[in-house]
C-alpha cells in the first residue's frame, strides 16, 4: 500500500505562482517515476508534468518554461513549481506515483487531488 499527500494549491492572481508538494509513503523500496496531472470542470485528466527516480522530466507543451517538477529521492516526495500563472491553468491537480514496493511489486498510486484557480 503506497499513500500519496498533497499540498500547495489554492488561489493565486494570474502571474502569480504556486509550489505544489506531494510526499508518498508506505511499503516503497524505490521511486520509478512521480508526475502531476490536472483536470479542469468536464474535461479529462491530462499529464501536466513528469519524473523518473533518475531526474529525467518531461512536460506538457502548454506549462513548458513555466512549471518547474523536481524529486527528492531520500523523502519520496515530488514537486512542482509553477510560475507566471494563467487562468486557463485552473484545475484539480493529482498527483501520480509508480513504485516499487518492499515486495518488488509494481503500484501505480494517487493523489486526492489539490485545486488550483488562477484568478484576478
Known amino acids: 500500500q503506497v499513500r500519496l499527500v498533497e499540498s500547495g494549491g489554492g488561489l493565486v492572481q494570474p502571474g502569480g505562482s504556486l509550489r505544489l508538494s506531494c510526499a508518498a509513503s508506505g511499503s516503497i523500496r524505490s521511486i520509478n517515476a512521480m508526475g502531476w496531472y490536472h483536470q479542469a470542470p468536464g474535461k479529462q485528466r491530462e499529464l501536466v508534468a513528469a519524473i523518473t527516480g533518475g531526474g529525467t522530466t518531461s512536460y506538457d507543451y502548454s506549462v513548458r518554461g513555466r512549471f518547474t517538477i523536481s524529486i527528492d529521492n531520500a523523502q519520496n516526495t515530488v514537486y512542482l513549481q509553477m510560475n507566471s500563472l494563467k487562468p486557463e491553468d485552473t484545475a484539480v491537480y493529482y498527483c501520480?506515483?509508480?513504485?516499487?514496493?518492499?515486495?518488488?511489486?509494481?503500484?501505480?498510486?494517487w493523489g486526492q487531488g489539490t485545486q488550483v484557480t488562477v484568478s484576478s
Open positions: 501520480n506515483a509508480v513504485v516499487i514496493t518492499q515486495t518488488g511489486d509494481i503500484l501505480r498510486s
